[in-house]
């Protein structure tokens, strides 16, 4: 038998209340729920300046929140993502904002995905999640792409475009 998942991310750059967290709580007596894994930031990281590598998530993170959802077989999958949706819309006003922030590593295909023309994937295609991924280290990385692979050859549904 097959295990499928689904998952997604966010950051959190300012304490979530206790009240709130009995309101979150509330979502995993659901029908169909998940789980939420909580990974800490801050210490050395916070001293990281944002541009010294692709991942600029450093100063002011408190913490990386993944949702993960999972499903056994071919089916079964509308209750599992249907929570996972609606708890992630949910937790919007608890996260980071403008734009909300995404771990790469978690992808997530919900918040964008390539668009290719002339078997290219564009820039505009890809800010959407390039944004949310990479903050203003984004072009600074389709630049880099543009050098190393400016046919696109290594290409998936989030790949970084080349600038060209």
Do not use: C
């Amino acid at each position: 038998m097959s295990f499928s998942f689904k998952g997604k991310s966010d950051y959190v750059r300012r304490p979530i209340s206790k009240a709130a967290w009995k309101d979150i709580f509330s979502w995993f007596k659901m029908s169909g729920s998940g789980y939420i894994m909580l990974e800490p930031h801050g210490g050395f990281m916070d001293s990281v300046p944002a541009d010294a590598t692709p991942h600029p998530h450093r100063d002011g993170v408190l913490y990386i929140v993944q949702y993960l959802v999972f499903w056994q077989g071919d089916g079964g999958t509308a209750a599992p993502t249907a929570w996972l949706d609606d708890f992630y819309g949910f937790m919007g006003q608890h996260v980071s904002t403008n734009p909300r922030r995404a771990y790469v590593n978690f992808r997530d295909l919900d918040i964008g995905q390539n668009v290719v023309v002339d078997d290219v994937s564009t820039f505009d295609g890809g800010e959407v999640w390039g944004e949310r991924y990479f903050m203003s280290n984004y072009r600074r990385l389709e630049t880099v792409k543009a050098a190393v692979d400016p046919t696109d050859y290594f290409r998936n549904e989030q790949s970084i475009p080349p600038l060209l």
